[in-house]
Structures are given as C-alpha cells and as structure tokens.
C-alpha cells in the first residue's frame, strides 16, 4: 500500500510539479493539495495522511503555526518535510522542534531529496 502524501504549499506551479514527480513513485500517492494552512488543517483532520510536505511561508495559517496545531490533533500524525524558502537558522530549528523530520531549502534536488524521504519513512514504517 502507497504512503499518502499530501502537498502544502501556496505556489500552484511547484505542487503540479511534486505531484507529476511523486507520481513515478509507486510507494507515495498524493491524496491531497493544500495552497493555505487552513486548508491543510482541514484535510488532515479528514484525511489519513503519512507525509506531509509543507512550505512555511502560508496564507492565513504558517507553517510552524500548522505544525504546532498538528501537534495537538487528536489522530495518527504524519510524518513532515519541510520543502521551505524559508532559510533563516532560528526558524530551521523552529520547526524541527516541533516535530518536522527534516528540513529541505528551496531550491533543492528533487531526485536526492525524495531519496531521502523514502529512505526515512522505509526505517519509520520498519520500526512500527
């Protein structure tokens, strides 16, 4: 069964882009699009998702504010990827205190950083 991935990010280009990139993946489907965090928030809430990759800079809801209200829900967490503009250390650090698995600065390599997130979640999944 492919782990469910759901897209945050308010730059539309970049999530057609990540969907047309995860698509040749079979362990990963895309189950979801969020373009705010308020958006975001009401799919997880409705939504079994086992990663989440989020952009920081979010209409309405931020990330780190997203990430903090995750924490809080009352449901299986997924794992977040950070895929973020944002390169500022103290907010880098922000958000791998709450809880992100790790953090990625745009622009990053696509093919090495999905490596690593599968090489990740394959350990997480083999753990359970």
């Given amino acids: ?7 945050v990010d308010g730059d539309k280009e970049f999530v ?8 040749k993946y079979e362990e990963l489907k895309v189950i979801g699009e969020a ?11 409705n939504e079994f998702v086992d990663i989440l990759l989020l952009e920081l800079a979010l ?3 931020d990330g780190l504010e997203l990430l903090k209200t995750i924490k809080e829900l009352d449901c299986i967490k997924p794992e977040v990827f950070i895929l973020s503009a ?43």
């Fill in 1 to 7: 069964m492919p782990m469910r991935v759901l897209i």
């Fill in 35 to 45: 373009y705010t965090g308020a958006s975001a928030l009401e799919i997880l809430k």
């Fill in 86 to 128: 944002v390169s500022n250390n103290a907010i880098i650090r922000d958000a791998l205190r709450l809880g992100a698995a790790a953090y990625y600065v745009k622009p990053f390599d696509l093919d090495s950083t999905f490596g690593h997130i599968l090489y990740y979640m394959k350990l997480r999944f083999a753990k359970r």
């Fill in 16 to 23: 057609h882009l990540l969907k047309l990139f995860i698509s």
């Fill in 59 to 61: 209409p309405h809801i």
